[in-house]
């Protein structure tokens, strides 16, 4: 496995790979690698010839406030797991490296989609998202690019980045893994205390308590939101931030039952912003 710091070196890298006839596989994170990014990896090596991962925590995407500097970067050891997940190239430049000393031109964000629930939190958050994802595409030109389902609204908007400035990427989304509690896995849960841990368990609990509502059918769709966010609230040590019951496409809320959709939710326990999410499918 090769790592790599420049922009040239990955460009050299991926087009002798290109020019050996082999398909590019990308994996885009921002480290602390979990079970959950060592799927992803897999997933892109049973579906692309030469794995491509980055390991680049993004400053653009973070607001003020939140947590950019004590982000966890333990290199060495995410380098390592990306060897033993199978990749064939990693990517971790510093930050000048990516944006240069001052970029004039990024990438917009401007739909509906940007505005609701993260966008509405985090304002810049998908600016950043988009700009960075847009460039390491551009950097890296893969087959394919695989991302987490546990990052629902980041997965609609960089199929949204794809379908409107015409990248050829194709967009595969990968399920959520989970710790054997049902708590999803977050490079953000090492921030918790094990008091914590147990309070955060609580979000999946909402979201299986909600699915199972929703899959009874004895409630309309604002009873069921309302006993959702009234189990949340009600919750010490959690801090809801948003709870909804939305269509997968638009993450429009929903105002009555429909086949497929999707549990969004995010809180703070304790400093730690946790976001999950479920997708139902009634039959
Ligand atoms: P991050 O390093 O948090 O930016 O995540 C990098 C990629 O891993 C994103 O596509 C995430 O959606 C994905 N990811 C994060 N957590 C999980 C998880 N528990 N299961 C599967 N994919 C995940």
Same mark, same amino acid.
């Given at each position: 496995?090769?790592?790599?710091?420049?922009?040239?070196?990955?460009?050299?890298?991926?087009?002798?790979?290109?020019?050996? $006839?082999?398909? @590019?596989?990308?994996?885009?994170?921002?480290?602390?690698?979990?079970?959950?990014?060592?799927?992803?990896?897999?997933?892109?090596?049973?579906?692309? =010839?030469?794995?491509?991962?980055?390991? /680049?925590?993004?400053?653009?995407? /973070?607001?003020?406030?939140? =947590?950019?500097?004590?982000?966890?970067?333990?290199? *060495?050891?995410?380098?390592?797991?990306?060897? !033993?997940?199978?990749?064939? +190239?990693?990517?971790?430049?510093?930050?000048? #490296?990516?944006?240069?000393?001052?970029?004039?031109?990024?990438?917009?964000?401007?739909? *509906?989609? +940007?505005?609701?629930? *993260?966008? +509405?939190?985090?304002?810049?958050?998908?600016? $950043?998202?988009?700009?960075? @994802?847009?460039?390491? /595409?551009?950097?890296?030109?893969? =087959?394919?690019?695989?991302? $987490?389902?546990?990052?629902?609204?980041?997965? !609609?908007?960089?199929?949204?980045?794809?379908?409107?400035?015409? /990248?050829?990427?194709?967009?595969?989304?990968?399920?959520?893994?989970?710790?054997?509690?049902?708590?999803?896995?977050? %490079?953000?849960?090492?921030?918790?205390? %094990? +008091? #914590?841990?147990?309070?955060?368990?609580?979000?999946?609990?909402?979201?299986?308590?909600?699915? #199972?509502?929703?899959?009874?059918?004895?409630?309309?769709?604002?009873?069921?939101?309302?006993?959702?966010?009234?189990?949340?609230?009600?919750?010490?040590?959690?801090?809801?931030?948003?709870?909804?019951?939305? =269509?997968?496409?638009?993450?429009?809320?929903?105002? !009555?039952?429909?086949?497929?959709?999707v549990i969004l939710l995010a809180a703070k326990v304790g400093r730690t912003r946790l976001i999950d999410n479920l997708e139902v499918h009634l039959p």
């Open positions: 496995m090769e790592r790599v710091t420049t922009i040239a070196e990955l460009r050299q890298l991926v087009g002798h790979a290109r020019h050996a $006839g082999q398909t @590019v596989g990308f994996v885009p994170t921002m480290g602390a690698l979990h079970a959950g990014h060592l799927s992803l990896i897999e997933r892109a090596g049973s579906e692309s =010839d030469f794995v491509v991962v980055s390991i /680049f925590v993004n400053p653009t995407q /973070f607001g003020p406030g939140e =947590d950019y500097e004590r982000y966890p970067r333990p290199l *060495e050891q995410d380098v390592e797991l990306c060897r !033993s997940a199978g990749a064939a +190239a990693v990517f971790h430049p510093e930050a000048s #490296e990516v944006y240069g000393p001052e970029p004039q031109v990024s990438v917009v964000v401007q739909g *509906e989609l +940007a505005t609701l629930w *993260e966008g +509405a939190s985090r304002p810049h958050h998908f600016h $950043g998202v988009a700009t960075v @994802v847009a460039k390491l /595409f551009n950097m890296i030109q893969p =087959d394919r690019a695989f991302f $987490g389902a546990k990052d629902f609204q980041q997965l !609609s908007i960089i199929r949204a980045l794809c379908r409107d400035l015409n /990248f050829a990427t194709e967009i595969v989304a990968c399920p959520t893994l989970r710790e054997e509690d049902g708590l999803a896995m977050s %490079s953000r849960n090492a921030y918790l205390s %094990s +008091a #914590e841990r147990i309070t955060a368990l609580r979000l999946n609990h909402a979201l299986t308590f909600t699915q #199972e509502l929703l899959a009874a059918g004895d409630l309309a769709l604002p009873e069921i939101l309302a006993e959702l966010r009234d189990l949340l609230n009600n919750e010490p040590g959690l801090e809801l931030d948003y709870a909804t019951i939305a =269509d997968p496409e638009t993450l429009r809320e929903l105002t !009555s039952l429909q086949k497929h959709m």
